[in-house]
């Protein structure tokens, strides 16, 4: 069985664009969440996509957005990016209740 | 408010040796999980372990174990006999009962093994 994909998996933008990467969860999970992962704070939740319906949201501005497909893909959208906002992006998928899968996440930078 | 707590930022072993991971977290909630994950330099987080709140047992994998005390809010790793393939992050992290995917997780313990 194919695992969780992300991509690119490497990305470099500059402030102020945005960025969309996307997360292929592993056949038959429909639950798909995502994490941002910095030196200073760490591995932090952003949301949880189940069904195509956001279940679940982290404590990030408005800029950071996302979706999911009826196939369970998701994307997550960074609007105006900041140098803050250079970071391992991580997804995560999952059969309901059960423990999560996570991919090889997308490194961002922002220069 | 949820919180996990891996005090040891870095810890550095000698191949063979016994090295014990500590996490200690807080909830309020009376239903929740408990996991281990271990991040290698490649970046994706390999899932070890997920133990419930109601579920104190201890846990042994080969050279992995688990114990996990309710009474002092504590989740302890221990790799018995260490090698070199096992340097890397692990992260403790912990979820409730009706937000099962929102992890917190612990600031992580880079673990190094030297041969």
């Known amino acids: 069985k194919a695992g969780v994909t992300q991509t690119p998996r490497y990305l470099i933008k500059t402030r102020g664009q945005q960025v969309t990467l996307s997360c292929s969860p592993i056949s038959g999970h429909r639950s798909v969440s995502w994490y941002q992962q910095t030196p200073g704070q760490g591995l932090q939740f952003l949301f949880e996509y189940f069904s195509e319906t956001q279940r679940n949201k982290g404590n990030f501005p408005g800029r950071f957005s996302g979706r999911q497909f009826s196939n369970s893909r998701s994307e997550m959208n960074v609007s105006t990016l900041e140098l803050g906002d250079s970071a391992l992006y991580l997804c995560?998928?999952?059969?309901?209740?059960?423990?999560?899968?996570f991919g090889p996440g997308t490194r961002l930078t922002v220069l | 408010a949820q919180k996990v707590t891996q005090a040891q930022t870095e810890i550095s072993v000698v191949e063979k040796e016994d090295v014990t991971l500590d996490c200690v977290y807080e909830t309020r909630d009376t239903t929740y999980y408990l996991f281990w994950y271990k991040q290698p330099p490649s970046g994706e987080l390999v899932f070890l372990i997920r133990r419930n709140s109601f579920d104190e047992q201890n846990e042994i994998s080969g050279r992995y174990s688990w114990n996990f005390q309710k009474s002092t809010s504590s989740f302890n790793f221990t790799i018995t006999a260490s090698q070199v393939v096992d340097s890397a992050v692990y992260f403790c992290?912990?979820?409730?009962?009706?937000?099962?995917?929102?992890?917190?997780f612990g600031s992580g313990t880079k673990l190094n093994v030297k041969p």
């Open positions: 995560a998928s999952s059969l309901q209740g059960d423990e999560q899968f």
């Open positions: 992290a912990l979820s409730e009962e009706y937000n099962f995917n929102k992890f917190y």
